[in-house]
T-cell receptor, first 114, second 113 residues
Framework: DAGVIQSPRHEVTEMGQEVTLRCKPISGHNSLFWYRQTMMRGLELLIY????????DSGMPEDRFSAKMPNASFSTLKIQPSEPRDSAVYFC????????????FGSGTRLTVV | KQEVTQIPAALSVPEGENLVLNCSFT??????LQWFRQDPGKGLTSLLLIQSSQREQTSGRLNASLDKSSGRSTLYIAASQPGDSATYLCAVPANQAGTALIFGKGTTLSVSS
């Protein structure tokens, strides 16, 4: 398996623009997580899905953030409109049946909003 | 609310030295604790997972221990190598229902040759 695949790897955008981050989990993994990493706050959970259903979105910072998982092999995280404080590395992770074993992270998307 | 703290934030050692990384958590009612490694510009890789019923786990030169009652875990690295240079993060489940994790901010280790 190619692992958790995220795209793009880097994104630079202007304030106010819409940004869409993409994630393909490992085949057979039915739990998917979006995290954000900054120097100040470390890694923070934004939202997680189980069997394509959002379970906990309490970490989503504002209404500007939204996430979808239309099928078992694809998820998106959208920011609209983007702001400079959204600059961070966004990670997607997946695992099987809510197990802590096999927790696998993607390589992340580094987002810079100027 | 569960909080995870890692001290020190950074550590530099010469090659060959044994070292210990520390992790503490505020709520001892955890199901497990996991140690991850993060290389610059990369995602996280799981190193060791300790279930709440276990005291320690070993993988090669790595040994992780867990003391739930005191809210502490340590990651012991034996005979450190330059290739061990990375950031090490510990994490515990956010709740009983799922595997969303709460992370410490990590310890950045630098091993010089």
């Amino acid at each position: 398996d190619a692992g958790v695949i995220q795209s793009p790897r880097h994104e630079v955008t202007e304030m106010g623009q819409e940004v869409t981050l993409r994630c393909k989990p490992i085949s057979g993994h039915n739990s998917l997580f979006w995290y954000r990493q900054t120097m100040m706050r470390g890694l923070e959970l934004l939202i997680y899905f189980n069997n394509n259903v959002p379970i906990d979105d309490s970490g989503m910072p504002e209404d500007r953030f939204s996430a979808k998982m239309p099928n078992a092999s694809f998820s998106t995280l959208k920011i609209q409109p983007s702001e400079p404080r959204d600059s961070a590395v966004y990670f997607c992770a997946s695992t099987r049946d809510s197990s802590a074993y096999g927790y696998t992270f993607g390589s992340g998307t580094r987002l810079t909003v100027v | 609310k569960q909080e995870v703290t890692q001290i020190p934030a950074a550590l530099s050692v010469p090659e060959g030295e044994n070292l210990v990384l520390n992790c503490s958590f505020t709520d001892s009612a955890i199901y497990n604790l996991q140690w991850f490694r993060q290389d610059p510009g990369k995602g996280l890789t799981s190193l060791l997972l300790i279930q709440s019923s276990q005291r320690e786990q070993t993988s090669g030169r790595l040994n992780a221990s867990l003391d739930k009652s005191s809210g502490r875990s340590t990651l012991y690295i034996a005979a450190s190598q330059p290739g061990d240079s990375a950031t090490y993060l510990c994490a515990v489940p956010a709740n009983q229902a799922g595997t969303a994790l709460i992370f410490g901010k990590g310890t950045t280790l630098s091993v010089s040759s």
